[in-house]
């Protein structure tokens, strides 16, 4: 499995555009914008999971295929902990920032 392998490229591609968009998902205040970002994170997931699943055959046996197995797992493990952090996002009371120091 190598690093450069277009399958390896596509999983990191996809994994890393999902912990972007995870983060954003964090910072939005309205119900519009957190259904987006929803959406693009469920897309994203998506995404992430079929390219992961194309790719694991072609890892070959010994650590290569060990490796494929633990990332298919972290990544199971992940999705819960991501529903988790939507759900308190979603219940918790949006507060305003309060001012910043750097403003006066």
Not at 41 to 66: D, I, R, V, W, Y
């Amino acid at each position: 499995m190598a690093a450069g392998h277009p399958g390896s490229r596509r999983v990191r591609y996809y994994a890393t555009r999902f912990r972007s968009f995870e983060g954003g998902y964090l910072l939005v205040s309205t119900d519009a914008d957190r259904q987006t970002m929803t959406n693009t994170l469920n897309s994203l997931s998506e995404s992430a999971a079929a390219s992961l699943a194309k790719f694991q055959p072609l890892a070959s046996e010994g650590t290569e295929h060990e490796l494929a197995q633990q990332i298919t797992s972290k990544w199971a493990a992940y999705q819960p902990l991501l529903d988790k952090e939507m759900e308190i996002n979603r219940t918790s009371a949006r507060r305003p920032l309060p001012p910043t120091t750097l403003a006066r």
